[in-house]
């Protein structure tokens, strides 16, 4: 069914709508062509993707979460283990370094909504064995500090860039910086598929061996086992999916980006909101959400829901105050306060004039009232 907000925040019916003779060749070819394990469109989209990043290795998984826990496992995290991150991310951060048994200690962000490279000296420990930056909203953390951080420190640098496919920093890709990062293919990020994928980039050599087994049942052969690994393949049928997204890439985020600049440009008036400052200090962001503070949010989010704009909060309660996880012990103001002031506004790359100008409108009448 068609979403029924005017403007949508993501609008996956037009996107198939837009390409659905190409989506539809691809899921007949595949469909019928009976491949649809590790194929040849998986290593065919892994090439591509090294290449486009310029990373030694890219394997394809099954989800942005096994991504990030397969690579905590590939470099050897264990139970006793502690690990740097935020809270201010999707949980799948927090817990895939929990299914390792290593224990997440979270650190504040800054007013951007990524990590605040000045909290992560005095998190460190005995204990402390990496990093796991989170590349929020689409935007690179300020990778110069970090990996000074890890290098003086010894700390391996995990990204997690399920946000990120094709952000830079310093005309570097999300995903080049650490020992490995996982990216997201889910329906909702820049570079979707239909239902879950995710994949893992990495420029070392004996990582990518271990990452292979641990995808696939620790199999080495058929008839030989050398691990006990998981199923966590990247499906056929998802990898055709995702080279035919991929070579639209640039051109959608080229549309994407007109939206946010559009935002910028509308908004920036009005001092009730604060907006994000695009591609900061030589940055490509990828606005896999367009995020603004705004003064009032709850209203504003009601006005607009309410006026079939859907905006959206990611997320009203941070992870370390969600009350079954156990993870009350850290005190992070700018993280809580961020909390209560951010909305996602729609942003997509079928997202056109007419509802980007109603969006604006809307806002500016709240504010106005
Ligand atoms: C920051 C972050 N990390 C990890 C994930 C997990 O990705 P997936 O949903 O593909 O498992 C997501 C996706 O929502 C995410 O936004």
């Not at 899921?27 to 998986?42: C, D, H, M, N, T």
């Not at 486009?52 to 139970?79: E, M, P």
């Not at 939206?259 to 030589?282: G, H, R, T």
């Not at 490509?284 to 859907?310: C, G, H, P, T, W």
Request: with cysteine; net charge negative; hydrophobic share 40%.
């Amino acid at each position: 069914m068609a979403n029924s907000y005017h403007v949508p925040y993501i609008d996956l019916a037009a996107q198939y709508e837009f390409y659905k003779d190409e989506l539809q060749d691809i899921l007949l070819r595949i469909a019928s062509s009976g491949q649809f394990i590790l194929r040849k469109e998986v290593s065919e989209l892994e090439s591509k993707i090294a290449e486009y990043l310029k990373v030694n290795y890219a394997l394809g998984v099954n989800s942005g979460t096994d991504a990030l826990f397969l690579s905590l496992k590939a470099a050897g995290i264990k139970s006793g283990d502690e690990i740097i991150t935020v809270s201010h991310t999707f949980i799948a951060t927090i817990s895939t370094i929990v299914h390792c048994g290593a224990k997440p200690v979270l650190v504040d962000i800054n007013d951007d909504g990524n990590i605040d490279v000045n909290k992560i000296e005095d998190a460190i420990t005995k204990k402390t064995k990496a990093i796991m930056v989170v590349h929020m909203n689409g935007k690179i953390c300020d990778m110069d500090m970090i990996l000074a951080l890890s290098k003086k420190h010894n700390l391996l640098l995990f990204e997690d860039a399920a946000q990120a496919f094709g952000a830079s920093y310093h005309n570097k890709f999300a995903g080049t910086f650490g020992v490995c990062a996982g990216f997201s293919f889910h329906p909702m990020k820049v570079l979707g598929c239909m239902g879950d994928g995710g994949l893992i980039t990495t420029n070392d050599e004996h990582i990518y061996n271990q990452l292979l087994l641990l995808r696939n049942h620790g199999q080495k052969t058929k008839s030989e086992l050398v691990l006990y690994g998981y199923n966590s393949r990247l499906d056929n049928l998802q990898a055709a999916i995702l080279l035919f997204r991929l070579s639209k890439f640039e051109e959608e985020l080229k549309s994407r980006r007109e939206v946010a600049m559009y935002y910028i440009k509308n908004l920036s008036s009005l001092p009730q909101i604060k907006l994000p400052i695009l591609d900061e200090d030589n940055r490509r962001d990828v606005l896999s959400s367009f995020v603004i503070q705004a003064k009032d949010r709850d209203a504003l989010q009601k006005f607009l829901l309410d006026n079939s704009i859907e905006v959206a909060v990611h997320w009203n309660t941070p992870n370390h105050k969600q009350s079954h996880l156990k993870l009350d012990n850290f005190n992070l103001e700018m993280t809580e306060k961020y909390s209560k002031n951010i909305l996602s506004l729609p942003i997509h790359s079928f997202l056109d004039k007419e509802q980007a100008a109603f969006v604006v409108k809307k806002i500016i009448e709240f504010y106005e009232k």
